[in-house]
Nanobody, 122 residues
Framework: VQLVESGGGSVQAGGSLRLSCVGS????????MGWYRQYPGKHREGVAA????????WYDNSVKGRFTISQDSASNTVYLQMNGLQAEDSAIYYC?????????????????WGQGTQVTVS
């Protein structure tokens, strides 16, 4: 199993970035895909997630209206479009594959992780 992120970088406040994550080695449609971020010295926190089989995504309140998660199941790729970036969005962003919890409408039991990509907003 492999998850490979790309698209991180440095941007000025108010700018945009688009992250991509390509998965391989697992049945994409049976998993959910999520984006998580980690600040120095902190635990990873969820940003957005979507079920590989489709459906309404989940967003953390801090990014609602600014970030959009989408996917291309044909290429096992999940995206995170980040608009209106703020300094507090600066973190390492990871994608992960897990099991969709329909009761909590979230991506849990995270089994696979990418290597992470740095996002810096100044």
């Amino acid at each position: 199993v492999q998850l490979v992120e790309s698209g991180g970088g440095s941007v000025q406040a108010g700018g945009s970035l688009r992250l991509s994550c390509v998965g391989s080695g697992f049945t994409y449609s049976r998993f959910c895909m999520g984006w998580y971020r980690q600040y120095p010295g902190k635990h990873r926190e969820g940003v957005a997630a979507i079920y590989g089989g489709g459906g309404r995504p989940w967003y953390d309140n801090s990014v609602k209206g600014r970030f959009t998660i989408s996917q291309d199941s044909a290429s096992n790729t999940v995206y995170l479009q980040m608009n209106g970036l703020q300094a507090e969005d600066s973190a390492i962003y990871y994608c992960a594959a897990g099991i969709w919890d329909r009761d909590r409408w979230s991506c849990n039991d995270l089994r696979y992780w990418g290597q992470g990509t740095q996002v810096t907003v100044s």
